[in-house]
């Protein structure tokens, strides 16, 4: 009688088997981890690129006109208070709807009122039609007015609506205008400044790094956290101010960038 030798299916891995596994998972890990970096890294660049862009069209601005975009009274201070907008809420439905989604073209207006969301500054040297001398028109509290100034001066095209143009990377709005600063050097006077709402510490951290060189302070050079505490614009010193219930590299925080004067820094520095 033959003895048939029947082999046991082996059952389990090896050390080989599970060290090859573990190798794997590792690599794959570790490629999501450095996509997750270069997103990340994209993103910041992206951000300080677009600050810089403005920053460049606004100058530009200001050398063919002789003001800023948005500042109608040619007192060197954008018109707009850019620290009137608040990020009371986790989305950004109130401060899109301040911007137009519409691509209607913009007009200069001539009314003593420069009030409205479509209009532009009124031009320089401009007579209301019932006085004989020129006036002195109120600042607009419109957040358009300076991508409609860009427009009129054909800077930017009529066909992106102003809510697409002001959008930035972290799915929220710049707003460029003046901040009231708060320190008692600089004693409440107004600087132009581009604010940004909902920014990421992480992303805000990287940013000021960017552009001050250091992601350690936070309450002077051009990137300051805004914190609105009163009237007027606050710094923190350090990037640590959390919403409750968010770990510190996902907490939101304002930023504002400071592309003309710098305000003084304030006293409560960190080395």
Known sequence: MKHINIKRRQAGF?????????????LLFAAV???QE???VAKVQKLVQDLKNTESIVQKYALAKGRMPGDCDSDGVVDFAADATLRTDTDNLARANKYNY???QPTYNAALSLAGNDMGCVQIGAVASQNTVPVVINAPLEA???INDLKLAGMVSDSVPNRIFAKTVNEDFMFLGSVADQSDKSANAKYNAIVLHNVPQWMARAVSTAINGTDAVANRSRIRQLVRTGADGQYEATWDLVDAGSTMRDSMVSIAYFYDRVPAATGNLVP
């Open 38 to 40: 270069m997103v990340d």
């Open 102 to 104: 519409t691509t209607t």
């Open 144 to 146: 358009n007015t300076w």
């Open 14 to 26: 090896t050390l080989v088997e599970l060290s090859v596994v573990l190798v794997v998972v590792g």
């Open 33 to 35: 981890v450095k996509g």
